[in-house]
């Protein structure tokens, strides 16, 4: 390879460094706004929690009456929602999603249950697509900065298949933001969404409190618990999605800026073994001209 080729490369790896350090930036802003908004939801998305819980001790035996806390008999149908993002460059951050989804589809299917595939983002819905998995439910265009109403849509279709019998369980399966560098595999049950569940929910709120011992007060309802839990249970559901969509978003943004930073890393890596080739090239010619010219001299004497 000439000198020229050499210089090319290397000025074309320095436009590909100058992007991804862009992009590392770029996305460690991002994750810092989606790092303030999962803190801002925590207290609301407790308080949701707590209530439903109260309503349904206070409900009891009139919650099997709810058609969304119904169990249904037998598990013929799943619905597996897989939240990806829209656009690729974050390492492992889709492929993981996706790879789980199919494992336990799989493992579905072994037992004779039907799976039902639903996807959040672009990536999600092309892979399942490209296997020839027509989604029942896709929703991208808002991986980037999730909102609300974006979990309310999602819900109310899942609910809606749930209470219509169309699918008798529901999953999720998101990347749980723990770090910028670590990013793990969440696999939660949306639907049924059963007494022991909440509770469960709860007591996990509880322990990431900041320990203070919690007093319940004593409620009253106006109307019974039973209509005021049912009309809990909905935001319940919406408040869990639109958890998942933050979390999911801020492992992107992190998952992103780590490969953008490592490959940062590996185009510095590269232009210094490509300058290193171009020096020996340049010294090789040098060598070359240099023997050249006392090969001349000696023809001269």
């Known amino acids: 390879m000439s000198q020229r080729d ?3 490369r290397i000025e074309s790896v320095k436009n590909i460094r100058k992007i991804t350090s862009a992009m590392q930036m770029v996305a460690a802003a991002r994750l810092r706004r989606a790092e303030q908004r999962i ?5 609301y998305a407790g308080a949701i929690r707590r209530m439903t819980r109260q309503a349904a001790d206070a409900a009891g035996g009139e919650v099997a009456g709810n058609p969304i806390l119904h169990e ?3 598990l ?6 897989l939240v990806t993002g829209d656009r690729g460059l974050a390492g492992a951050f889709n492929s993981q999603i996706i790879r789980a989804g199919l494992l336990a589809a799989a493992e579905y299917q072994a037992e004779g249950v039907k799976v039902s595939f639903y996807a959040v983002g672009r990536r999600g819905v092309s892979s399942l697509i490209f296997r020839k998995l027509d989604p029942a439910g896709r929703y991208v265009g808002f991986t980037d900065r999730p909102s609300y109403s974006d979990a309310r849509n999602i819900a109310g279709e899942l609910i809606a298949a749930y209470v219509d019998d169309d699918v008798d369980r529901v999953e999720v399966f998101y990347n749980g933001y723990v770090s910028p560098l670590t990013q793990e595999v969440r696999r939660e049950v949306l639907l ?4 022991a569940t909440v509770d469960q929910e709860i007591a996990i709120a509880e322990a990431e409190s900041d320990g203070t011992e919690v007093h319940h007060a004593l409620v009253e309802y106006e109307p019974d618990p039973a209509e005021i839990l049912q009309r809990l249970i909905p935001d319940y559901i919406e408040i869990s999605l639109y958890r998942a969509l933050l979390e999911s978003t801020a492992s992107e943004h992190g998952a992103r800026m780590t490969a953008m930073a490592s490959a940062s890393e590996n185009a510095g890596e590269v232009i210094d073994d490509l300058t290193l080739e171009m020096n020996r090239a340049r010294q090789a010619e040098i ?12 023809s001269l004497t």
Do not use: F, S, Y
């Not at 013929?76 to 929602?81: P, R, S, V």
């Open 76 to 81: 013929e149908t799943a619905a597996i929602l």
């Open 39 to 43: 803190a801002a939801l925590r207290p």
């Open 192 to 195: 049924p969404l059963q007494q």
């Open 287 to 298: 060598t070359q001209e240099i023997m050249e010219v006392v090969a001349g001299a000696e």
């Open 72 to 74: 249904h008999e037998k």
């Open 6 to 8: 050499v210089k090319q």
